[in-house]
């Protein structure tokens, strides 16, 4: 065999495209320097075809992903990503060895998004899911007040704040913990209810729910205190009234590396300094 033949056979793409594995990428330049690094060491399935996606760049493309498959502009499918940008806590880290043993070998997370049921001052409906939060946030300087309802009842009648988040397991490090509220384990099956900047009651910290409950938002004087409502990146403006639930029916799966799960990145936060 000449050198030309043996070279040619070692720089063969490795196929990953019969196991149904795609390959997708943010535009940022280190996301597609990596993808051009891993096409030319595999060949991968179309990802409108592919049975589990390869997902480069970091947790806002990740959201963005699955935000595709819940809005039916992609196929839900099982989404290993790897970090190629800035925090990456719900990726895996980059790298290229052993790549179809890491998918074949990863631990499968379910991630349900919440529902908001937006309904504007105007009257007008919106519906977004979030995989992370929904947050409540005041459009001007004065504080918003907002009634917080739990499965029908009226559980604090007035909040004096710049708004409130309701956060998944998952979405419980991001905003969440920035706004001071609490670390939910994966399995706990809890939404955290954390105000932001809360004026009045000025003590009150938020509330640790069972996912099962139902929230509804209610912004009282909303002409004149006006509200915008946020479902991961979607916002809606000028909101009256907003209706959370998580939505177990529209499930999505993530892949992680086991020593990198979901789950156990979330508990071991707790621990951070």
Not at 80 to 98: K, S
Not at 154 to 182: F, H, K, M, Q, W
Not at 251 to 273: G, K, N, V, Y
Request: proline share 5%; hydrophobic share 45%; net charge neutral.
């Amino acid at each position: 065999m000449n050198a030309d033949a043996s070279q040619g056979r070692k720089d063969k793409a490795i196929d990953l495209s019969s196991r149904g594995i795609g390959l997708v990428s943010s535009h940022t330049e280190v996301a597609k320097a990596a993808e051009a690094l891993l096409r030319r060491k595999f060949s991968f399935a179309g990802a409108e075809k592919a049975e589990v996606l390869v997902a480069l760049g970091g947790d806002g493309f990740m959201l963005h992903t699955l935000h595709e498959m819940l809005d039916g502009n992609r196929r839900q499918v099982p989404v290993f990503g790897m970090n190629r940008g800035t925090v990456g806590f719900l990726m895996n880290e980059w790298r290229i060895d052993r790549l179809p043993d890491r998918i074949a070998e990863a631990k499968a997370i379910r991630v349900a998004p919440l529902e908001m049921r937006a309904t504007t001052v105007g009257g007008e409906t919106f519906t977004h899911a979030a995989i992370n939060e929904v947050s409540l946030l005041r459009e001007t300087r004065q504080t918003a007040k907002i009634e917080i309802s739990v499965n029908g009842r009226v559980a604090l009648p007035e909040l004096a704040c710049d708004g409130v988040i309701v956060a998944t397991p998952a979405g419980s490090t991001a905003y969440n913990l920035s706004a001071r509220g609490p670390i939910l384990p994966f399995q706990a099956k809890m939404l955290a209810l954390t105000p932001i900047s809360p004026f009045r009651p000025r003590r009150w910290s938020g509330a640790i729910l069972p996912d099962d409950t139902a929230v509804c938002l209610s912004i009282l004087e909303a002409q004149n205190r006006p509200v915008s409502a946020v479902a991961d990146q979607t916002e809606v403006r000028d909101v009256a009234r907003v209706e959370i639930h998580l939505d177990r029916d529209r499930s999505l799966t993530l892949l992680f590396d086991p020593e990198h799960a979901l789950d156990e990145r979330i508990a071991m936060e707790q621990f951070a300094t």
